[in-house]
């Protein structure tokens, strides 16, 4: 499978405090892509690596690759309540077909 | 950002019926779309690639009699799940690919929830 798995899957931290998520994937990746979902609702694109990309910053995300070891972090820093959603990474492997395959995703809540 | 609108939201159906789920993108041209399925704290599942005038392809595992994809223009897929039963009860989330600068994103849909009693 060329899911990508994330860890930890749950993630409970108090409100400003960092939240660090975890990705690895399977094969050689173009790019890697971090995406938020709030209960419910689709997907809401975060930010996008690539492969020739180390690391990343968006406001307060923070997001790294290491191609080596086929695994990428996402951090949020200063969280805050809005933040609760569940996290995916998403991979488009160079072999296959132009298509993307999320990991298992990380459930963050953050507490007031 | 690209916007892509979904409808309807949720649908509550008998078991035996058909229902379908539009996907549109609003604001750019969508030639490749793609359906996914979710189950309750699971991750998304892509089901099937829709392409603009030519058949969809579809994922190992899912039946293409039953979940039938129609990309008929530039701006519009719809997935029809036919002959529902309570296990086709899930969350469908469509995306289309855009392109944005030098890079494709995916922009999702606010995905159908789908009960079948």
């Known amino acids: 499978s060329q899911q990508g798995e994330e860890d930890p899957q749950a993630l409970s931290i108090q409100e400003g405090e960092n939240a660090t998520m975890n990705c690895s994937y399977k094969?050689?990746?173009?790019?890697l892509q971090w995406y938020r979902q709030n209960s419910g609702r689709g997907l809401v694109h975060l930010i996008l690596?690539?492969?020739?990309?180390r690391e990343k910053h968006s406001g307060r995300l923070r997001v790294t690759l290491d191609t080596s070891k086929k695994s990428s972090s996402l951090l949020i820093t200063a969280s805050r309540a809005a933040d609760t959603a569940s996290y995916f990474c998403?991979?488009?492997?160079?072999?296959?077909?132009?298509?993307?395959?999320f990991g298992q995703g990380t459930r963050l809540t953050i507490n007031p | 950002g690209a916007v892509v609108s979904q409808h309807p939201s949720w649908v509550i159906c008998k078991s035996g019926t058909s229902v379908k789920i539009e996907c549109r993108s609003l604001?750019?041209?969508?030639?490749?779309m793609f359906w996914y399925r979710q189950f309750p704290k699971q991750s998304l599942m892509l089901m099937a690639t829709?392409?603009?005038?030519?058949?969809?392809?579809?994922e190992q595992g899912v039946e293409k009699d039953k979940f039938l994809i129609n990309h008929a223009s530039l701006t519009l897929s719809t997935l029809t799940v036919t002959s529902a039963h309570p296990e086709d009860s899930s969350f469908y989330i469509c995306?289309?690919?855009?392109?944005?600068?030098?890079?494709?994103?995916?922009?999702f849909g606010s995905g159908t929830q789908l009960s079948v009693l």
């Open positions: 995306s289309a690919r855009a392109l944005t600068g030098a890079d494709e994103k995916l922009f």
């Open positions: 829709s392409n603009e005038g030519s058949k969809a392809t579809y």
């Open positions: 604001d750019f041209q969508a030639t490749t």
């Open positions: 998403a991979t488009d492997w160079i072999q296959g077909a132009q298509k993307l395959v």
């Open positions: 690596i690539r492969s020739n990309e």
């Open positions: 094969t050689s990746i173009n790019n």
